[in-house]
């Protein structure tokens, strides 16, 4: 595979393969290579895509949605529901959006929060008790399904049959294609269940979501069960596997800069601010996908209609132009406008949640320990084009 760099300054092609597993570790290497020659590269994985590498580029992509379409993915999984909202764009999104935002408005949000505590409390306590354990496949993994789970209203054991089976799943992580199909299909079919009871047994629309998603009338007509689910399946899709990833992120940090966490137990203010770093750092997805609506100009690059345009988060995260030291977590960062949440009209919906779930969780670590070493090298995912983990395993001192 080559990269080639498409910009005006240069036109060599890169014989590292940067988007494969087994390079993961090199990404951010390559990206400042080529950054800083060409905003824009053109890659021949997943059968061609331009990924634009600058902050601000990135920036004005995110949110030129006229220009930049969303509704084509790298990878087709085999599911005949169109991902709704994340695959339309406006005025559809608007109406969607609109209706997803005040079940994520702020006061909701702290509503919310002693569950999430609650649920943080449940599954690291054991583990703080131990002294040792993964704190990945047994926290980080586990609450943020949790808490989306109690979001859209399922019952305790609809999400013990849903864990388990996501559970079985992980195995398939190498497998991009495999893995999105099994984890949609079981995610789909816990959502349809979930339509299935509250078709017979509605409730408040203004508090449930899936009551309120199927009173909606798209052009029109009521909602179909294929669109509810789409919709009801994307909240999970979006919300649970990267904000497991950002958590698990949260404690390989801490376990790993010693220092920092032992400034954050004296000074606890500072944790919102490692936590944004953290996602600086480390963005669940490192690319957004978008498709050009005609021919466009990407700083001084001409894209063509209907190519697949990434908006690489993980490059423009720590673009020197827009952050100092941008390899390094700084606790005294000012302003940090990473794209790690998106930008614009796709900026994620359920960002203060996940934000909520990373507080709740960095603060209780740190406060019921002294001390989190790792136990042994964590395990990465292998995924490409993601920041996630398969295993953490610390050492605890209380």
Known sequence: MAITNAGARSGTDSTAPPYSPQTASD????YDRLRPDSAVVHSDDFGGFWSVLAFADASKVSRDWKSFASGRPFVEYPSPNRPIPIATNPPEH??????????FRPDRVTALAPEIERLVTEQLTPLIEAGEGDIYRSVARTVPPQVLATLLGLSAQDWVELAAALDRADALRHDIPAFGALQATLWDDAVMSLITE?????????HDIMSGILELRPDGEPISHAQAMSIGTQIF???ADTTSSAMGSLAHYLATNPDDQQRLRA?????PAAIEEVLRMGPPLHQTVRCTTAEVDIAGTRVPENALVAINVASANRDPERFTEPHRVRLDRDRNPHLTFG???HMCVGAPIARQELLAFGRQLLAGTR?????????????ALRTGWSSIRVRIER
């Open 371 to 383: 001390m989190i070493t790792l136990a042994e090298p964590a395990v990465t995912s292998g995924r």
């Open 94 to 103: 608007t109406y969607y959006r609109t209706f997803l935002n005040k079940y």
């Open 237 to 239: 899709a979006a919300g």
């Open 267 to 271: 000074e606890p203010d500072l944790l």
């Open 198 to 206: 509250r078709t017979k047994n509605p409730r408040d629309p203004e």
């Open 27 to 30: 990404l951010y290497q390559e």
């Open 343 to 345: 930008f614009g009209p």
